[in-house]
């Protein structure tokens, strides 16, 4: 898959592949669930049909989280997957090109116009596969019918995507979400088609695990807040091998620590894995994340997870 670097890099994906015929799509695609899957699969057979190759644009940050950054009094929503892992899915799907869209003030203010004659206008688009409620440009002025009419213009055939349902109600990145939220990892399942996972590189930490007899490797986060916070029973994927473990998603308020981290202590495990990226399955919750009164009660605490997690995984 090649990925288009941003709105300035048209010009050198023209050069490098002159007059190209796409069929493509736009979205935040977070967590790339059934919805999601059933859209591409209509961008690659449209691509089939008309001998073009399959296009996805997506934006990063998603315009909620970019909103929430600049104002105080707002939240961003947890993030199901980095943007490093939906490019990956994205690839694993077989899409032959994706373009990230930096979401940025100049985006924001971009006019729906604008938005058409030099970005939409300047690729050779075959079809544009988005939903009939899909708005974009500034103030949202956008939508799917000035799409449409400007399809008909320039060659392109904007067509409304297929809703997915499960239980009567739509799939959406916002469900996914709340499923996570309430550590209902079963209906996480379900809409996304796969397990809910979290994969990252090793990173070093204060290594406090070691001292207390519970060694823990330390995974690199993103920025975004993570639907997921308290003790967990998971398994893992580690250089094609699975084990068994669990996790903690906090503060770790008992070293008085303040930036969030994702420890993980892999059951029957004492190696060096430092840079090594590992994937996390949650499984189920033990608890949320509490401040103990010394270390003696964490590490008794810990023993308790360990035992109930080793029930729970068997």
């Not at 709105?7 to 979205?27: L, V, Y």
């Not at 694993?92 to 970005?119: C, H, R, W, Y």
């Not at 690729?123 to 002025?141: E, P, Y």
């Not at 398994?235 to 770790?252: H, P, T, V, Y």
Request: charged share 25%; aromatic share 10%; glycine share 8%.
């Amino acid at each position: 898959m090649y990925l288009i670097r941003g709105i300035g890099n048209i010009e050198t994906f023209n050069r490098k592949f002159p007059n190209q015929p796409m069929s493509g799509t736009i979205g935040n695609f977070d967590g790339l669930h059934l919805g999601h899957q059933a859209i591409l699969k209509q961008v690659k057979d449209k691509a089939l049909e008309s001998s073009s190759a399959s296009l996805v644009f997506f934006t990063e940050p998603h315009a909620s989280e970019y909103f929430a950054a600049n104002d105080l009094n707002s939240k961003p929503p947890p993030r199901i997957c980095p943007w490093r892992e939906k490019v990956k899915l994205l690839k694993n799907f077989g899409i032959d090109f994706a373009f990230f869209l930096q979401f940025n003030k100049s985006l924001k203010t971009m006019t729906p116009q604008i938005f058409l004659d030099e970005v939409l206008a300047q690729l050779n688009l075959k079809h544009l596969i988005i939903g009939d409620d899909f708005r974009f440009g500034a103030q949202r002025a956008g939508d799917f019918e000035l799409l449409k009419n400007w399809g008909k213009t320039n060659g392109t055939k904007v067509i409304a995507n297929k809703t997915v349902s499960r239980n009567g109600l739509r799939v959406s990145s916002t469900r996914i979400r709340e499923a996570l939220l309430q550590s209902d990892f079963v209906l996480a399942k379900e809409l996304l088609g796969r397990p809910y996972t979290f994969s990252g590189k090793v990173v070093y930490g204060q290594r406090l695990g070691r001292t207390i007899g519970v060694p823990t490797a330390n995974l690199w986060i993103p920025k975004q807040r993570l639907p997921i916070a308290g003790v967990y029973a998971v398994k893992c994927l580690l250089a094609g091998e699975s084990f068994n473990g669990i996790a903690n998603m906090g503060i770790r308020p008992t070293v008085d620590g303040s930036k969030p981290v994702l420890e993980i202590h892999l059951f029957n495990f004492n190696e060096s894995i430092y840079g090594q990226r590992l994937t996390v399955e949650f499984k189920n919750k033990l608890r949320d994340e509490k401040k103990f009164d010394s270390i003696d009660l964490l590490k008794e605490q810990i023993l308790q997870d360990i035992s109930q997690a080793k029930k729970i995984l068997e």
